[in-house]
């Protein structure tokens, strides 16, 4: 059902400068996408690692002022567990392995990007709530604005940051949208019945789990009302947690959203739910099996194997420009199709 | 510093009537406290039990339509975890051992309750989010309104819900206000800068932890602006959680606030700290040590041992009358005094 980019990877860390001299670019991933004075944009997630001394780990993190500090610990201290290659964990803390910014790129024709020169490139961390960086931009425009919707990171927790801007070149920063444990906050581009609503993946502690909501608001920075909808699925592609892509589409069977599910062994596949237009607390249909699974080299060995993660997206009628992260390291590319999502989706299945 | 009542535990498991025949009142703590029509009044959290079959558990869930369904597990089941009297665990998926609801009381002298005449007594969890019962209710009122914040639990994971009611008769449920994993909110009795605040207190997973944050709203149900602004601490008696308790005291010096502090063994005392009068957000002194710890037989013995957990006082000039639930099973209450517990705080202590 989607046809991949014959390019792909179409940008790898080797296209990525550093941020800051010292600095090691591992990822280069999960982009949000969007059209602006007549191309295609991505702000893509660079992922930057201190360099390793000989038997120390070490890790970058931001002060609240913007200085990066360096934390360091030896590779054989029995207190240190690095077998995800996401993060570590020290004595109970956990730390993440990289830290990670947002940088913008621009395109004719959609598969090469480039740096646009009269635009600021990169989008840093700031404050207390942003010091072990931000992630995975989602970027929604309606109104004249276009709307970042961004996962938070630091010590504090994790959590869904706000910041809007018209011409890419002046920033508000709306500061925490949704507390911890919170991401994948994806907006609709519309207001349903005076409104404005969002996707979002609180993920539980003991009760609960990694499941999709709904909350409504009347200012984006705001929100209230919030539903859960969409269930993770026992012994599915999708039992272990499940999180909004970008901002679903207009149709006219409903607001069809993409979304991730990931299983037991943390294999990401994408999937697609129908919302009802009016109440788009209403899940109508849902997708039975991935309209899109790893297969390629580029999706199967990465940072971290097997995953396919995307929250960028531009519609062109019902051709769908997929732009993802795979295996955690690379950005890809796909075409889909609006309509073939629809008629694959199960009307049937269980939907919570 | 406490002066407890010497009619504690003011109120017992005894002196609650089940909420339906074949039911058992396992607990009743953790009330909200209020003023209205000259009298003091409690919302109780009333804890209930199905009757346990030989070689079972047991456990009620309510239906979204009210209905109450019973789950039921062979007592030797492998799969069965029952360690925790709070909670069971079966096959990795967790389920609460009781199922609570709300229950008004009111008393002329704040020691000897009684059930209203004139008004519904109990308030039952309803729908989707509120299927495993309702907890430990806050009541602020300010504008004419009491606002009852409380924890909204059931599968789907838990969360901070508002209801509001003029009368106690007519109660509007406005939702979820602040989504899973939350806990813990009161609001301020007043707006701040021209807006609501509350304190709240998400849980996170991995990153971050049991934290008091604050945030900001014009409307009461829909919240933003999202700052951590009190941190456990390691090696103290609020190392593993902390959380607020009822709506801050404002006074000269700034909002005075109580919270719960729990160390690593899930022994639970009283604390307090200060917030700025103009900016909330900003924290001026705190309890070096408790001021207030499990030290009676009813708070060191019950159902959860070693717990003093307050969300309710009604306030007279100095002197705070405050309610509590002791070792997760009974009701207590205590003076204290607000100008003792402002000077016993350490404006140096580290305070995040």
Chains 1, 2 share one sequence.
């Not at 009269?118 to 309606?142: H, M």
């Not at 129908?274 to 039975?288: F, T, Y």
Request: hydrophobic content about 35%.
């Amino acid at each position: 059902m989607a046809i991949r980019f014959t390019q792909n990877p179409i940008i790898t860390t080797k296209d990525i400068t550093p941020s800051q001299s010292g600095f090691v670019v591992e990822c280069v991933m999960n982009p949000g996408a969007f059209r602006f004075e007549d191309k295609i944009w991505l702000l893509l997630r660079v992922s930057e690692r201190a360099p390793q001394k000989e038997g120390k780990v070490s890790l970058p993190i931001m002060k609240a002022n913007g200085e990066i500090r360096h934390l360091e610990f030896d590779q054989n201290d029995p207190q240190l567990d690095i077998s995800d290659p996401r993060k570590f964990s020290y004595n109970g803390n956990m730390y993440l392995s990289t830290i990670s910014h947002l940088r913008l790129v621009c395109s004719e024709d959609g598969i090469h990007f480039y740096e646009p020169k009269d635009f600021p490139a990169k989008i840093f961390g700031q404050g207390l709530l942003e010091t072990y960086g931000i992630e995975d931009c989602r970027v929604s425009f309606f109104e004249g604005f276009y709307n970042l919707t961004y996962t938070q990171v630091s010590e504090n927790g994790v959590g869904v940051g706000l910041i809007r801007t018209q011409d890419w070149k002046n920033f508000s920063r709306m500061g925490m949208i949704l507390p911890p444990h919170n991401k994948d906050c994806a907006l609709f581009e519309e207001k349903i019945g005076n409104k404005y609503y969002c996707l979002h993946r609180p993920s539980g502690i003991g009760l609960g789990g990694n499941y999709i909501w709904i909350a409504d608001s009347e200012n984006l920075t705001h929100w209230g009302g919030h539903q859960c909808i969409l269930h993770t699925r026992e012994g599915m592609w999708d039992s272990s947690r499940v999180g909004a892509g970008t901002s679903p589409i207009k149709t006219k069977e409903g607001w069809l959203a993409i979304y991730h599910g990931a299983d037991h062994t943390s294999r990401y596949c994408l999937g697609a739910f129908l919302l009802d237009l009016k109440d788009p607390s209403k899940v109508l249909a849902r997708s039975s099996v991935p309209i899109m699974e790893p297969t390629e080299d580029y999706e199967i060995n990465g940072f971290f194997n097997n995953v396919i993660f995307t929250n960028g997206h531009v519609i062109d009628g019902d051709k769908i420009t997929m732009y993802y992260g795979a295996a955690d390291e690379v950005i890809c590319a796909a075409e889909l199709s609006v309509s073939s999502i629809l008629s694959s989706l199960n009307k049937k299945e269980s939907l919570i």
